[in-house]
């Protein structure tokens, strides 16, 4: 939403007047590149899993075939951040425009999304002031959690 428009709206709101919701344009979200985790020049450990990192007695494992509310989320944000790209694609438009979930299951949908609530939030922060960068992490990885079953995950509820 633009100053000019921001103006407008409050000039109508302070007179009594009723401000339209208006619906701004989707754009083509770029798909993401695929990525074969069996072509990853990885060490795999016993169990099949891809060793990112092994530390003194800690160690970073990635298991690609795993799909839950976590790496939905990071999905999610993935198709955002890929979508964006400076004086091309804004935030404010890549957000608008990923695919919103279908259901209250992202991570069991066939293609990644993102729940009309995280949107949402973005939106009224956008519409609040706060800037772009801020507005992504705070909706998609504030709390309350938008992303459904996020909480739960990480909480251990």
């Known amino acids: 939403m633009t100053n000019a428009f921001r103006l407008l709206a409050g000039v109508l709101l302070l007179a009594g007047c009723k401000v339209p919701q208006l619906e701004l344009p ?36 990635v298991d690609p075939t795993v799909r839950d509310p976590l790496t939905a989320v990071g999905e999610c944000v993935d198709q955002v951040t890929y979508c964006y790209t400076p004086n091309v694609r804004s935030l404010d438009e890549c957000v608008r425009s990923v695919r919103t979930c279908a259901t209250q299951a992202p991570w069991a949908e066939p293609l ?46």
């Open 26 to 61: 989707k754009i083509t979200v770029p798909a993401l590149p695929m990525i074969d985790p069996l072509k990853l020049p990885l060490p795999k450990t016993v169990d099949g899993k891809y060793l990112l990192m092994e530390l003194s007695q800690a160690r970073l494992e």
């Open 112 to 157: 990644g999304c993102c729940p009309k609530a995280c949107q949402d939030g973005y939106a009224a922060l956008r519409a609040a002031g706060t800037e772009p960068d801020l507005a992504v992490s705070t909706a998609f990885f504030g709390k309350p959690y938008c992303f459904p079953g996020v909480a739960a995950a990480l909480e251990g509820t």
